[in-house]
């Protein structure tokens, strides 16, 4: 199964509950992970404001970073490579980029 | 005649001393003169002293004419005391460059600029401040330095809330599986479990530490010293004395009469949990806790060298004028601001009658735990009244964040968010959703608030710029009240924050920083209100005379910094909302 890197914007708390709104889309990030993690898949996540060091460690993610700035998060990368930038993948990229059996959640 | 109710005098000399003294209050008892006063009565004693606040609108700087910071300054004139100043906003900004410092340069500035806005919300200002008070507690080098640590505690609900952390905090970082929570963002916290435990450890224990709770004789704080002392009862801080501040011990005429009559009555009606703790007292002085002269008189008797200041007070306005003012302006939106017990909620209701019998339409409410509204104004006639209640906002956020969940996640997996929900930050969001909900409601009738006590006062505000930045970048769904909330606290046409003092040095003080604060905030205000003003009334009494005659310079003062904008009201024995507005 294919390795999944998320590089979140800085974000106070990984489902975002903390911010003045509750934002339906990190919450179905943070499920989503989750559930592919109970599954056995290799799925990460990084967050700027917790963990900027990850960020310039990873030579891809930080090159993206030096010619986009900020605004090119989140990033996921599949194996090392980006996949899909400025926005989370849809629950359907989610499993086929993975490889992971289809997930129980309401798309 | 009913007996007269006195205490054992505070004299250190016959007091068991811990080495952690705690001094917590409603704001206004004079718990910052009686820690002050302890400190260099110790330090004069050989004993090496130090003395923290952790009051975001600390005076101590004014006490001892010294300008301090977050990590000790020795006192001039007082061999062995070291005075620090935990500011919040300072520790954060300390906090926020330790975690940003290490990656200028090596990330692009859009990158560093999120991240510090990211660590500019309320989290991370409660958690940078109580990491820096649980370092005075534990570091054994500190500990070894000093005889005596003590805590000018900050007012009540803050104080709480920070003392309440270290339990909270200790179990939510070990028990928190997915490590993704909002203390995660805190990474310099990461393990520090051991100094939480040992802190909280030695607040326990009776024979390292004392909670000091300082009242004055007066219904109102002795009620809030009596919440204080069970809360932290419950917490496990069982080693309490109490110490009744300015108690009047001679009447000699009407006015006198009558404030000894009010206090002894306090006194007599004193909560019964709170009666059985060990109680001391401490006469009414006729000065200013200011500078070591008033510091060391305070507790030993004497009398400080200090010129009575002879000035008189120029022509003040009243507060029907202010009234008068606020509804010819239309004014929509209302606050009363200032420090703990100056008598706001007082003011926001004689405000509120006084709109209401103007005809207007009007929406009282307080974000004050220890406010009664309800027993100040019964059915009043145009008035609707509200409370912001912590627990029960929190719950009710709790319960909105869980339903948006259950609509796009699995059973099971909203429990990974009831973790998160346990964080300390969710409290503040869910006071301040709360308090921006009820803004909202201003247009057709007018809306005013009677705030909670200065420094939660300056968290909230902070909290209403750092999200107001967060809501022009976040996609969640933000309701309209938030985004509405600092624009219309910013339109001088629509809002009006009345700031409220009493004519004495540290509540004119704290109430010029809050004007100060609130500038800085982009928010406006105009008039000011001195309350409690004994130089209004005719006394013979020597001690009140001497007191009415400090006041003037006060009075100026204010009158002078709100060009003219400023209500006087006389002191007054009971609390008599319809009477403070029918007298003026």
């Not at chain 2, 028990?175 to 993704?180: F, K, P, Q």
């Not at chain 2, 405000?351 to 409410?365: E, N, P, Q, S, Y």
């Not at chain 2, 910094?561 to 909302?577: R, Y």
Request: net charge negative; aromatic share 6%.
């Amino acid at each position: 199964m294919a390795k999944m890197s998320i590089y979140d914007p800085a974000l106070c708390c990984a489902t975002g509950i903390c911010g003045p709104g509750v934002d339906p889309e990190l919450l179905r990030v943070a499920t989503m992970i989750g559930q592919l993690q109970a599954q056995g898949v290799e799925c990460e996540r990084f967050n700027l404001a917790q963990q900027p060091q990850q960020f310039i460690a990873n030579p891809v993610v930080s090159a993206a970073l030096e010619r986009d700035g900020a605004e090119i998060l989140p990033l996921t990368l599949v194996d090392g490579k980006v996949i899909k930038s400025r926005a989370y993948p849809t629950n359907e990229e989610f499993i086929s980029w993975t490889g992971a059996r289809k997930v129980l959640m309401p798309l | 005649m009913k007996g007269i109710i006195m205490f054992a005098p505070f004299d250190l000399g016959s007091i068991p001393l811990t080495k952690y003294l705690f001094f917590t209050g409603k704001g206004g008892v004079g718990k910052t003169s009686v820690a002050c006063a302890v400190a260099v009565t110790l330090a004069d004693q050989g004993k090496r002293i130090l003395l923290i606040s952790t009051d975001p609108a600390s005076n101590l700087q004014d006490v001892f004419d010294t300008e301090l910071d977050g990590h000790g300054v020795p006192i001039r004139g007082v061999d062995g005391l070291v005075v620090a100043n935990l500011d919040p906003e300072e520790a954060a900004r300390e906090y926020r460059e330790s975690v940003v410092a290490p990656y200028r340069g090596k990330l692009p500035d859009s990158a560093i600029a999120s991240m510090e806005e990211q660590l500019s919300g309320s989290c991370t200002l409660e958690i940078a401040a109580f990491d820096q008070f649980t370092t005075f507690l534990t570091n054994d080098a500190i500990n070894r330095e000093y005889d005596h640590i003590i805590f000018d505690t900050a007012p009540t609900g803050h104080t709480l809330r920070m003392l309440q952390l270290p339990s909270a905090w200790s179990s939510f970082i070990s028990e928190s599986t997915h490590g993704a929570s909002c203390l995660g963002q805190l990474a310099g916290l990461e393990g520090k479990q051991q100094m939480y435990r040992h802190a909280v450890g030695a607040l326990g224990d009776a024979a390292a530490t004392t909670l000091v709770l300082v009242s004055r004789p007066d219904a109102a704080p002795l009620k809030e010293a009596d919440r204080s002392s069970a809360e932290l009862r419950e917490l496990g801080i069982r080693n309490q004395i109490l110490i009744i501040n300015a108690v009047l011990e001679n009447p000699t005429d009407a006015v006198s009469g009558k404030l000894h009559a009010k206090q002894q009555a306090a006194l007599r009606d004193m909560p019964q949990q709170l009666a059985k703790i060990r109680t001391y007292a401490i006469p009414l002085v006729p000065y200013t806790i200011l500078g070591l002269d008033a510091v060391r008189a305070f507790l030993s008797g004497t009398r400080p060298e200090q010129p009575a200041a002879m000035e008189h007070p120029e022509r003040t306005r009243t507060l029907g004028d202010l009234v008068a003012d606020l509804h010819a302006t239309g004014k929509k939106v209302i606050f009363t601001m200032g420090k703990g017990g100056v008598g706001k909620t007082t003011i926001a209701a004689s405000i509120a009658l006084g709109l209401a019998r103007k005809g207007a339409k009007v929406h009282l409410t307080s974000t004050d735990p220890a406010s009664d509204l309800q027993t100040i104004l019964k059915n009043p006639a145009n008035i609707t009244l509200s409370r912001i209640d912590e627990k029960e906002e929190l719950d009710r956020y709790r319960k909105e964040v869980l339903d948006t969940a259950m609509q796009v996640m699995s059973k099971d997996d909203v429990a990974y968010i009831e973790e998160d929900l346990r964080s300390p930050c969710t409290q503040e969001i869910a006071v301040f959703r709360a308090f921006a909900e009820i803004v909202e409601k201003a247009g057709e009738e007018i809306v005013i608030i009677d705030t909670a006590p200065t420094g939660h006062t300056l968290l909230l505000l902070d909290a209403t710029q750092s999200h107001h930045k967060e809501v022009q970048r976040t996609k969640g769904i933000i309701p309209p009240s938030v985004r509405n909330l600092l624009p219309r606290l910013r339109d001088p046409r629509q809002t009006e924050v009345v700031i409220v003092t009493l004519p004495e040095a540290t509540p004119v003080f704290e109430a010029e920083r809050l004007q100060a604060d609130l500038r800085r905030a982009g928010i406006h205000t105009q008039w000011w209100v001195v309350n409690q003003c004994f130089s209004l009334l005719e006394t013979d009494s020597p001690i009140l005379r001497h007191r009415a005659a400090a006041e003037a310079g006060w009075i100026n003062r204010v009158n002078a910094l709100s060009a003219g904008h400023t209500a006087t009201i006389p002191w007054m024995h009971d609390t008599p909302v319809t009477r403070l507005l029918d007298t003026l």
